[in-house]
């Protein structure tokens, strides 16, 4: 068996004077370290948007889901009113309750699906924070 730093070491990056390796070796590794920390910044960066854009589309449906109820609560309550007018009795009165609580409930679903679609930010910030703190790792190790 052949050790680090005895004469007979087969490592061409180690010198028989040295028990460091050399500069390319270093450089090498540096290399390939750097290649697979961006592999996986870049897979960070994928799983984070496909979130963002999880929770987009999840607010969109919200917000059309709101619409289309406000649209037929918009419907009801005109038809409460052509009842209404057409002849005084409580049908129209039962026609314009319904239609006003179908508005209600379609403008809270669509104003929660507007806030929560406010909340959705497309920069993948982890990503970037990330990044960041393995460029100044970069940094520090070079110097």
Do not use: C, H
Request: zero cysteines; proline letters at 3%; hydrophobic letters at 50%.
């Amino acid at each position: 068996m052949v050790t680090r730093g005895t004469e007979n070491n087969l490592d061409p990056a180690v010198t028989p004077q040295q028990s460091e390796p050399s500069l390319g070796v270093l450089f090498t590794e540096m290399t390939d370290q750097v290649s697979v920390l961006l592999r996986r910044e870049v897979e960070l960066a994928r799983v984070e948007t496909q979130e963002t854009i999880s929770t987009a589309i999840k607010s969109a449906t919200s917000m059309i889901a709101g619409g289309v109820i406000a649209y037929a609560g918009l419907i009801v309550l005109l038809m409460g009113i052509a009842y209404g007018l057409a002849s005084v009795i409580p049908l129209w009165v039962s026609t314009l309750l319904v239609g006003a609580i179908t508005l209600i409930v379609g403008g809270l679903i669509l104003m929660a699906g507007r806030r929560a679609m406010e909340e959705v930010n497309l920069v993948p910030e982890k990503t970037i924070k990330s990044v960041q703190n393995n460029v100044d790792m970069i940094k520090e190790k070079v110097q």
